[in-house]
């Protein structure tokens, strides 16, 4: 998880906290999750960068499916959970994203960044880095938070006249898991300003998606999907490097 602050790095606060209710909850564990690995699809032989690893469930379930996986992420608190589910031999790095990456150029036939632009005001050097480390043709697969989502929560919070969708805008939340707090920044973009920092980044993009979310969703979160196949919250992308 790439975000960072003058008194550090908010998940190494709550990265126990966290990785329990990620788990398993609606968004991650039955909507995100679920939908990178069905944009990845058949991953067996893929040599795959998880840029923004956490805890290493994404990380866990591509090389369960055959992929040869490395992740990075500027949390040390949330490395150390990814070790331990993932053994010591995994091949996992303390890296920011938007910082030089600890990989040779045309590295990867993947990159998967789940959840980790939108807590940068400027994607371009990491957008930059994500293309060098991969292969000519190779794909990065990226869950943001929906635009059209972020923007309806301020407008909900009587916020619209001080985060306005065309703006690129930046808002501080204290998240709380368990007994820790800490303060995290987060990015609004709106959509056409993630589609042009793709493009620019060197990227074609060949997918966006809306999905819905795991059909056993249903059975678990009853009260939340039972009436509605779709919701806002995340919006997902597969592009392929020029």
């Known amino acids: 998880m790439t975000v960072e602050s003058s008194e550090g790095n908010p998940y190494d606060v709550f990265a126990e906290g966290y990785t329990a209710e990620n788990e398993a909850n609606l968004i991650n564990g039955y909507y995100q999750r679920p939908a990178m690995l069905a944009l990845a699809g058949d991953v067996s032989g893929r040599r795959i960068l998880d840029a923004g690893c956490g805890s290493g469930p994404l990380f866990a379930a591509l090389r369960d499916r ?22 010591d031999d995994a091949d996992l ?42 292969k000519p043709g190779g794909r990065l697969i990226v869950a943001v938070e929906h635009p059209f989502a972020i923007n309806l929560m301020h407008r909900q919070a009587g916020r619209e006249n001080e985060y306005k969708y065309f703006d690129t805008t930046n808002w501080v939340e204290e998240w709380t898991y368990g007994d820790q707090s800490a303060p ?8 056409h300003a993630m589609t042009d920092a793709f493009t620019a980044g060197g990227f074609r993009i060949r997918v ?30 597969v592009l392929e490097a020029d």
């Open 93 to 134: 790095q303390l890296a920011r994203l938007g910082s030089p990456l600890p990989y040779a150029d045309d590295t990867f036939d993947d990159v998967v960044a789940a959840l980790v632009l939108h807590y940068l005001e400027d994607w371009g050097p990491a957008l930059a880095e994500l293309r060098r480390v991969l």
């Open 66 to 87: 055959g992929a040869t996986v490395s992740g990075f992420d500027a949390s040390a608190g949330m490395l150390e959970l990814a070790r331990r589910r993932l053994g």
């Open 184 to 191: 995290v920044s987060l990015w609004h973009r709106p959509l």
């Open 208 to 237: 966006i998606s809306e999905p819905e979310p795991d059909p056993a969703a249903r059975e678990v979160f009853p009260d939340s999907v039972a009436a509605r196949s779709r919701f806002l919250c995340f919006l997902f992308f």
